[in-house]
């Protein structure tokens, strides 16, 4: 198989630090790369609708909530995983570009809650597709048992890590 950049590191702290136990350095190494390379990707892949990847997740997330697509802030930031301030910038922005509204919560009527306007949801049920499409793109190196397989390993490895 062909060497890449975290063998190089690996070799060379083996070769400087032989005491460290280097291995898992080079799955997370991998994990943190591979993220940026497949955040660029669906970057890239979303280009044409006119939104960032943050936004895409906003858009899905609201879309599959089912109708009426409507979902408080703080809702949407435990499924996003941004903080507060990004959400609000995150919020104005799709607002600003009528793919959002903010509307008063069924429930409580002091909060404001986040629907899709008809727009957003024309967006997003276009742009899903493409998401999807290049996701299974950047996975296809891959044979579907192996896909299965990373994909149950990187879910323990993030179960492991989130339990407190």
Do not use: C
């Not at 997370?28 to 390379?37: A, E, M, N």
Request: proline residues 4%; aromatic residues 4%.
């Amino acid at each position: 198989m062909q060497k890449d950049l975290l063998d190089m590191l690996i070799s060379d702290w083996r070769r400087e630090k032989p005491d460290l136990e280097v291995e898992p350095m080079g799955i997370v190494g991998r994990i943190l790369q591979l993220g940026r390379i497949l955040e660029k990707r669906a970057g890239v892949a979303l280009k044409g609708f006119d939104i960032h990847y943050t936004d895409l997740d906003v858009l899905a997330t609201l879309r599959r909530s089912g109708k009426p697509f409507q979902l408080t802030p703080t809702e949407l930031r435990k499924s996003v995983l941004i903080t507060s301030g990004a959400m609000t910038t995150l919020l104005n922005r799709l607002q600003k570009k009528e793919l959002v509204k903010r509307v008063p919560d069924e429930e409580d009527g002091r909060v404001l809650a986040v629907a899709l306007t008809s727009a957003g949801v024309n967006l997003i049920d276009q742009a899903i597709v493409v998401r999807f499409q290049e996701a299974a793109s950047a996975a296809a190196s891959l044979s579907p048992q192996e896909q299965a397989e990373l994909g149950h390993l990187l879910k323990k490895m993030i179960l492991s890590l989130e339990t407190p």
